[in-house]
């Protein structure tokens, strides 16, 4: 069992930059970041190898989200720039079962309890 904790989340204005981070209780494989906006089904934001070698990115955070890991730490980043009010959501953080990174919510087995972002217009 891998217990993940996220933090970071916070209210911000539109333009500015949050940095969320997740904290795992032990080793983990690829890993990724999820949101959930209200009325609006989950979306992988963001994903990860276990090596950190390669990532994926939703298009509508390409270019001003960044995902990284240190694997040290056991500790999982996702650096948020240029926030739109349409990033408004709860993120998670999640661990898969596999060595790359994945898009397959039902491969990731270890989910964190969220952090709420609001991004103000």
């Known amino acids: 069992q891998v217990q993940l904790v996220e933090s970071g989340g916070g209210l911000v204005q539109a333009g500015g930059s949050l940095r969320l981070s997740c904290a795992a209780s032990?080793?983990?494989?690829?890993m990724g970041w999820f949101r959930r906006a209200p009325g609006k089904e989950r979306e992988l934001v963001g994903a990860?190898?276990?090596?950190?070698?390669?990532?994926y990115y939703a298009d509508s955070v390409k270019g001003r989200f960044t995902i990284s890991r240190d694997n040290v730490k056991n500790t999982l980043y996702l650096q948020m720039n240029r926030l739109k009010p349409e990033d408004t959501a709860v993120y998670y953080c999640?661990?898969?079962?596999?060595?790359?990174?994945?898009?397959?919510?039902?491969?990731?087995?270890?989910w964190g309890q969220g952090t709420q972002v609001a991004v103000s217009s």
């Open positions: 999640a661990a898969s079962r596999t060595l790359e990174w994945t898009k397959a919510g039902d491969m990731y087995d270890y």
């Open positions: 032990g080793r983990t494989l690829s």
């Open positions: 990860i190898t276990w090596s950190g070698g390669a990532t």
